[in-house]
Structures are given as C-alpha cells and as structure tokens.
C-alpha cells in the first residue's frame, strides 16, 4: 500500500460524488446553459454572501483572472513572498497582467494591517501604483497557518482607506473555516474576490471558484475565455462540486486530527528537530542531519510519498483517502526509518 501524503489534489472522487457526476444534468457552460454549473456558482456565491461565481478549471486560473481583474499595466499586488500567486503560478502576475510584485514578510506566511499600510507606494512617477493586496488561507507555505476575521478586518480597512482592491487565495479556505468556526459569508463581505479550491481538502476531480460581484464576474468570463478556460459540459465536474459542498467541509476536522497526529510522530525522529505548528492539514518538518533528497529516498522506500519543501524542509499534507487505518501503518513504518 503506498501511502500518498503529498497533497490533498491526490484524493479520487467518492462512490456518493462520482453517483452524483455520473447523473449531473449538463449544457453548454460557455453559452451558460450547464444547468450543474449554474446551480454550483449559485450555491458558492449565496453561502459566502457575495453576487456571483465563477467555475474555472484550476485554482491557478481564478487567482491569475483575480489578479488579471484589478490591476493594469504597471500596477503592483502586495502579498506575503511565500504567496502561492507568486511562487508556484508560473509567474503569472508579470506574464498574465504585466504587474509587478510587492512581497512582505511575516509569521507562518501572514502578513498584518501595519505591514500592508507602510508597503502602499506614494504617487510618485518613480514607483508602481499599488493597485491590490492578496492573502492565503490556509497558507500553505506557513505549514497551513490561519488568518482569522480579526486579523483580516483591519487589513479590509487599510485596502478600502487606500482605494485597494483585497483578494483572498482561499485555496484551503474551507480548511480554516470549521477550525474558527467563522462564517464564509463574514469572510465574504471582507474581499473584493475570493478564489476556492474544490479538487484539494474537498476531494474533487477538478475545478475552482472565483466569488465576487456580477460586474467583476461578467469580465472574468472574457478573461476565462480568452485563457481557454472556458468548458462545454462541465456539469459532469460540477456536480462534484455540489456534492463535495454539502459532504466534505465538517470532516475536514478529521483531516486536521490525523495531521497533528502526524506531526507528533515525526518529532520522535532523530534527524527532526522542528515541525511548524499544526493547525490544519499541512505537515512541514525541518530536517537536520539528513538532507530532504535523502529523507524522501527513505520515506519511498517504506512505500510513503511526501515532497520536499525547502533546503531543509519536508511537507506532508493530510486527505480524504488518507484515513485511521493508513495513519497507523505510517506510524509502524516511519518507526522503522
């Protein structure tokens, strides 16, 4: 049995989501007459209290069009420097909307109100003009780190007192939300747009949405189009989505448990000195000792894939298909390391 901890895209589809993909009722999405895909942008949009939604094939494409959405030629976009748009979209920001980047530090990948308020650039010729700021959440270079509304509202203050446009990367947003037990439509009302992510912690296929009001969201579609984003009978995949909408936020808490587990574990070995806090489903170990190249070999030879993260990191990310029973073969083999 191989053990696959690399991400939670790894999950396949339920027999209970693929029965609901297999009886989806499907039209053509570029027309919008998928009557699937219809139902899972209304359904998304009302629970987080915004206007509209947009089902988009990646997580990558709804942030990139976000980006696309509220900046211009020149502008800037301040995020955290481990921001997934900046690290791991293909530099989508330069190629997609000829922006430039302002990357602050901060804890665990979180960036606060103060930081983002002395990073707006003055109007001045000689600088960019600061047009958006984005967060993550979860954050997935922060060992799967929170923001809580507390944290956020002061950062909407800033955005809206400057005239910035406020996006969320809200990839594994579900993730905090039954950790806070916050409501997605508190967290709606705070941004501009809001990118999910249905194929990681929710287990689907496929698919993205991107929130936001129905003139943001009319141009995204010609951005969509434009990128080839645009699908025919995506109901199919859709229906996923509702599914996984209405059976797969709560048990991500079980997710959270085995990952805290897990990182106890992996404390107990010799050569790791540091596990980030475990907060959500995301494991990072800090290796010492034993380079990650060789830590991987030796995890593969007990039949458990994870990846590398850093020059000394290691991350392992908990999942649907990942449950008590795999959990206590991992434990018996990694003992063995």
């Known amino acids: 049995m191989i053990i696959d901890l690399r991400s939670d895209t790894v999950t396949r589809p339920t027999t209970g989501?693929?029965?609901?993909?297999?009886?989806?009722?499907?039209?053509?999405?570029?027309?919008?007459e998928d009557p699937t895909v219809n139902a899972l942008e209304i359904k998304a949009a009302q629970l987080f209290g915004m206007e509209a939604a947009m089902y988009c094939p990646s997580g990558t494409m709804t942030n990139q069009i976000a980006i696309r959405l509220h900046t211009r030629i020149q502008a800037e976009v301040i995020c955290h420097k481990h921001s997934h748009i900046y690290l791991y979209e293909g530099g989508g920001i330069m190629s997609n909307s000829l922006a430039s980047v302002k990357l602050l530090d901060g804890d665990l990948g979180k960036i606060t109100a103060g930081d983002i308020r002395l990073a707006i650039n003055p109007d001045d010729i000689h600088a960019p003009e600061t047009s958006m700021v984005s967060l993550e959440n979860t954050m997935n270079k922060g060992g799967g780190s929170i923001y809580t509304l507390n944290e956020v509202k002061p950062i909407q203050e800033v955005c809206e007192a400057h005239g910035l446009k406020f996006h969320l990367d809200g990839a594994r947003l579900f993730n905090a939300l039954v950790e806070t037990g916050e409501s997605p439509a508190d967290w709606g009302a705070q941004f501009d747009t809001i990118s999910i992510c249905l194929s990681k912690g929710l287990g689907c296929p496929v698919g993205s949405l991107l929130l936001g009001s129905k003139p943001d969201i009319r141009r995204a579609r010609k951005i969509r189009k434009v990128w080839g984003g645009g699908m025919r009978q995506a109901g199919f995949l859709a229906a996923a989505g509702i599914y996984a909408l209405d059976n797969h936020v709560q048990r991500?808490?079980?997710?959270?448990?085995?990952?805290r587990t897990l990182g106890k574990m992996l404390l107990k070995l010799q050569f790791v000195p540091e596990v980030y806090p475990v907060t959500t489903n995301i494991v990072i170990a800090r290796l010492d000792g034993v380079s990650p190249e060789v830590f991987l070999k030796m995890l593969s030879d007990k039949g458990i894939k994870a990846v590398k993260f850093g020059t000394d990191l290691i991350r392992f990310v908990t999942h649907l298909d990942f449950g008590d029973d795999q959990l206590t073969e991992l434990e018996r083999r990694i003992y063995g390391l």
């Open 17 to 32: 989501m693929k029965d609901a993909m297999f009886a989806a009722q499907v039209g053509d999405d570029v027309f919008g």
């Open 252 to 259: 991500l808490k079980e997710d959270h448990v085995r990952a």
